[in-house]
Every structure is written in structure tokens, then in C-alpha cells.
């Protein structure tokens, strides 16, 4: 029987919390009952207060996360290989990409909001 995983990346976007486990997502749950099945160190986001257009460009046109890519690297679509990202790096749909480039996209965001799980709980940048 396999062990249950923990989540790795928890985040808000504009229906609500979700949560992302290997390349498995979570949908309706309530940000503390994430939390608690959320490794230490673990990636949260809230787009709460990011304007609604920008954010659905990012979520429709941008990239998918893949939380099993090696830091600092993309899948682009056409391509059947993992490759480091580019300084100049264009990211399209369907195009996977690291989670820590993931987390360096949503920073660019004005009003995204980004803290990590310590001890069980959010503590907020």
C-alpha cells in the first residue's frame, strides 16, 4: 500500500483553496485543513488580491507546475525533454515548470501574496 503524500504547494486563486501533491491537485478544501497535510517549508500563495484578468492570463496563457521537475527547469509542450530555463524564457499553455519557478512567475504578480508552512502554520512574507 503506498504512503500518503504530503502537499507541496497550496494556493488561492479565484475559486477558492487548492492544494498539489507530486502531480495531483485538491480542490474545496479549507486552507488549515491543507496546512495540516503540508509538508514543512511547503509553498503558499494567495491571489486574492490580484486583479482578476491579470491572474486568469497567467492561469489560461502561462505554465503548469510540475512539482517533480528539478529546481530551476521547464518541460516546454513540443519538447520531450527537461531542460534549465533561460534568462529570456517565454512560457506558454501546457508548458510545465518547476515549482520555483512557478513561485519566481506568481511573485510578479502585484497583490500576490506568498508565505510557506512553519510548524503548521502560514507565516506570510
Given amino acids: 500500500m503506498r504512503q500518503k503524500e504530503n502537499y507541496v504547494m497550496i494556493g488561492r486563486g479565484k475559486a477558492g483553496w487548492h492544494a498539489q501533491v507530486a502531480n495531483i491537485s485538491s480542490s474545496g478544501g479549507s486552507l ?4 495540516s497535510e503540508a509538508i514543512e517549508n511547503c509553498l503558499v500563495y494567495d491571489a486574492d488580491l490580484v486583479d482578476y484578468d491579470t ?16 529546481e530551476k527547469t ?13 534568462d529570456q524564457e517565454q512560457f506558454r499553455a501546457f508548458d510545465y515548470v518547476s515549482l520555483d519557478v512557478y513561485e519566481t512567475i506568481l511573485r510578479q504578480l502585484p497583490g500576490m501574496r506568498i508565505g510557506r508552512v512553519n510548524h ?4 506570510w512574507e
Avoid at 59 to 70: E, R, Y
Avoid at 74 to 86: A, D, G, H, P, S
Fill in 74 to 86: 521547464v518541460k516546454k509542450f513540443i519538447e520531450n525533454e527537461t531542460r534549465l530555463v533561460t
Fill in 120 to 123: 503548521g502554520q502560514v507565516t
Fill in 55 to 70: 491572474f486568469w492570463d497567467i492561469v489560461v496563457k502561462g505554465p503548469m507546475v510540475d512539482t517533480n521537475l528539478p
Fill in 32 to 35: 488549515e485543513k491543507y496546512v
